[in-house]
């Protein structure tokens, strides 16, 4: 019987797996196809398509762009974040539950609307296909997580420890900077590099205000797609799903995960 | 050492906070603790001692009431400004420096010289028995080993006051009792003021100079631990302090002397000076007594009839439950092999006694 329920679990979780990296694995193995237009399985194999990425003056405009804005983005988040975190979690003031739920009703609002309303402010304020519009934009989809990361990162570290090293004499700016800040490292990374691929990736906002003078690598990606099927956007995808993965590599690698988001 | 009687060293004057609760979380709390002495703060969780505790180190502001240190009151200092040694139950150890970072990280800020500062923390490490630890991290210590490190990182900078929150909950058995004496050892060998406070009345009765018990917010007794466990002020005290037998008595002075009365049963009979200075004929009273002090006699000997409920032999001595006539439980610590342990057979009836100097008195 037990047997028995354990191969069914098996097969149920191998089955969730596969709809899962299905996808994925249907787009590496089109990535290294010969064909000029996306079939699967591929009559030939070839490496053509990662060249012609790498050559489109398209697609390596919107890298550049969406690189310097997700690490704009990355850093402003951690910067406007964790003073936000620190308040919110260690000072007492009024309205600070409100203010806590409040912190993360951007990722419960539909992202059109988000970027509808972004739009009507940006027009007149002459951000649209701007660094800072973009920017500014991401930082509402990214600000709530690294607020929240880093929310959950401090109240694990408990006050105890800070409070111990007040009573030796630091100051409140001392103690902030040489003993909670280098405990707070994990969450640290966690919530940059979070904020750092959710920007790189972001799309829903963005299609809301970019123009041909600024364009992210999504919208490049989303708008070639729109006219053309040829196995580059395979060769894309692959690339961003690898950048992303070794962002998460390298937080797994010196923090660990599950550090990082607190347990 | 008789500390009680030298100058205050810090002087608590109606120390009170109130969060807003039904009752403040410390109540006017006053009391001296001397120079070098060694203060207890004992009492139930929720009583106040830990609230007590963070108002002294200066991360909760008391809502009125004065600590005076070194003649000065010092509610209104931060806590960087009061030079007190923190020593918490999780040790608070800071996990990115070494054992001698973390010990120097006080002298540092006090902007003492390398070589000095290098110096007073190979003493203090030496002071806790952890000569050769400085490379190490915190993570790589035991717990006993931990909580070391975070009395030497207190006292090293030489505090007016050494505060320590429950030190020793977080150890096992042995390892606590090892450290009870090491801590007292420290405290002796630096003379460093300390409060310690904790919820175990035999750390405090085996460590303090002095013990102040509180209970709901209240200061119950501070006295000598003879004192506080011979002569308990409060009934709260003699429950808390050690086991106590509490039989609820009536108080009466039918022939001029006072007499105790049980459901009917006369107590041993207390003297006058026992006795609550307002306690009046006809007073509900309740009698405290230990159980080693219970003697126990054949029935027709005198004294209270009780009947032998069970008996538990737990090593040193044999524990037995008895009932009086009305229902009341009482235990007796008899030593085992004795002739009264041959008396307490379950379902036996006995007399019991006791001396009324080891009878304590309450209003009930």
């Known amino acids: 019987m037990t047997r ?44 053509k398509w990662y060249g012609t990425v790498l050559g489109n003056t398209s697609f390596m405009q919107g890298f550049r762009n969406s690189a310097i804005i997700a690490g704009v983005v990355a850093a402003l988040s951690l910067a406007l974040g964790l003073p936000a975190a620190y308040a919110l979690v260690r000072l007492d003031f009024p309205g600070r539950a409100l203010i806590r739920s409040l912190v993360i009703a951007p990722l419960v609002l539909p992202a059109m609307m988000l970027g509808l309303g972004i739009l009507m402010v940006f027009t007149p304020a002459g951000l649209v ?102 196995p580059m956007v395979a060769v894309l995808a692959v690339l961003m799903i690898a950048l992303s993965l070794a962002i998460v590599l390298v937080v797994e690698r010196s923090v660990g995960f599950a550090k990082a988001f607190g347990r | ?118 110096s007073r923390v190979a003493e203090a490490l030496r002071a806790v028995r952890l000569e050769g630890f400085g ?30 929150d429950e030190p020793l909950s977080n150890l096992d058995a042995r390892l606590r009792d090892e450290m009870r004496f090491e801590i007292r050892d420290i405290q002796s060998r630096t003379g460093i003021t300390t409060l310690f406070v904790t919820h175990d009345q035999q750390e405090a009765l085996t460590m303090c100079d002095r013990i102040a018990v ?41 022939t001029g002397a006072p007499r105790l009365d049980h459901e009917g049963q006369a107590l041993p009979a207390p003297g006058v000076d026992e006795l609550p200075k307002d306690a009046g004929e006809g007073a509900k009273m309740s009698a405290m007594v230990r159980p080693h002090a219970i003697q126990v006699s054949r029935p027709d000997a005198g004294g209270l009839t009780a009947r032998v409920i069970r008996s538990v032999f737990v090593g040193s001595v044999i524990e037995v439950e008895l009932e009086l006539g009305g229902g009341q439980k009482l235990v007796a610590e008899l030593s085992p092999g004795s002739e009264e342990a041959q008396l307490a057979q379950p379902g036996a009836d006995v007399a019991l006694n006791w001396r009324s100097t080891d009878m304590r008195i309450f209003a009930a």
Request: with cysteine.
């Open chain 1, 4 to 47: 028995f329920l354990s191969f069914i679990s098996r097969t149920y979780v191998t089955l969730v797996f596969c709809i899962v990296f299905m996808p994925m694995a249907i787009i590496l193995v089109i990535s290294f196809s010969a064909d000029s237009y996306l079939s699967f399985p591929p009559s030939g194999w070839s490496l």
């Open chain 1, 129 to 230: 296909a701007t660094y800072p519009g973009l920017v500014l934009a991401h930082l509402v989809m990214t600000l709530p997580f690294s607020i929240r990361i880093l929310q959950t990162a401090l109240s694990n570290l408990g006050t105890d420890v800070d409070e111990a090293a007040m009573t030796l004499g630091a100051r409140p700016l001392q103690v902030f900077m040489q003993i909670t800040l280098p405990r707070l490292t994990p969450g640290v990374i966690a919530s940059s590099a979070i904020a750092l691929i959710l920007s790189f990736d972001e799309i829903v906002l963005s299609l809301f205000i970019v123009g041909p003078r600024l364009q992210t690598l999504p919208v490049a990606l989303y708008r070639y797609v729109d006219e053309r099927t040829d």
């Open chain 2, 1 to 118: 050492m008789k500390l009680a009687s030298s100058p205050a060293h810090i002087t608590i004057d109606k120390l009170t906070f109130d969060y807003g609760g039904e009752r403040p979380a410390v109540d006017a709390l006053s009391f001296d603790i001397a120079r070098g002495e060694f203060i207890g703060l004992l009492g139930p969780s929720g009583c106040g001692k830990s609230t007590t505790l963070r108002m002294f180190a200066g991360l909760l502001a008391p809502t009125s009431g004065q600590i005076i240190m070194g003649g000065e009151n010092i509610v209104s200092r931060p806590p960087w400004e009061r030079n007190l040694g923190l020593v918490f139950q999780s040790y608070a150890l800071f996990p990115h420096m070494t054992v001698a970072q973390n010990v120097a990280f006080g002298l540092r800020l006090r902007k003492v010289g390398k070589e000095e500062s290098a």
């Open chain 2, 135 to 164: 490379g190490r991290r915190p993570a790589e210590l035991s717990g006993g080993q931990q909580q070391r490190v975070a009395i030497a990182r207190a006292i090293v900078i030489e505090p007016e006051i050494l505060l320590l």
């Open chain 2, 214 to 254: 509180m209970n709901g917010g209240r200061l119950e007794q501070i006295g000598t631990p003879v004192e506080v466990y011979d002569k308990a002020a409060t009934s709260f005290v003699a429950g808390f302090i050690g086991r106590a037998n509490s039989v609820p008595a009536t108080l009466s002075f039918g």
